[in-house]
Nanobody
Framework: QMQLVESGGGLVQAGGSLRLSCAAS????????MGWFRQAPGKEREFVAT????????YYADSVKGRFTISRDNAKNTVYLQMNLLKPEDTAVYYC??????????????????WGQGTQVTVSS
């Protein structure tokens, strides 16, 4: 079984930065990409960013483009999300997940397989 563990969340003031990490462990199945999603209370899970595991190609939601950067370290089986210029509307639980490219486009949560438990990000105004 593959496990994903997120870390790096916390409380930050608007305009600040946080760096999230997601480490994969256990039986690591080859995956096409890894992505970050977020879910605020009472809202649907929302796509944030994805990165091709072998290509390094990045794709972002419009709401975070220019502020967030996704990266990965293949040797460590870890994906990162650098979040700058944070806004109160970025407050959510952030999840990482693995994408295998066979169940739909990478912006859709149902296309992902394994998920982490999430890490809370709170941005105060």
């Amino acid at each position: 079984q593959m496990q994903l563990v997120e870390s790096g969340g916390g409380l930050v003031q608007a305009g600040g930065s946080l760096r999230l990490s997601c480490a994969a462990s256990g039986r690591i199945y080859p995956h096409y990409a890894m992505g970050w999603f977020r879910q605020a209370p009472g809202k649907e899970r929302e796509f944030v960013a994805t990165i091709g595991w072998s290509t390094g190609n990045e794709y972002y939601a419009d709401s975070v483009k220019g502020r967030f950067t996704i990266s990965r370290d293949n040797a460590k089986n870890t994906v990162y999300l650098q979040m700058n210029l944070l806004k109160p509307e970025d407050t959510a639980v952030y999840y990482c997940a693995t994408y295998y490219g066979t169940r739909g486009p990478p912006q859709v949560a149902s296309a992902y397989g394994y998920w982490g438990q999430g890490t809370q990000v709170t941005v105060s105004s």
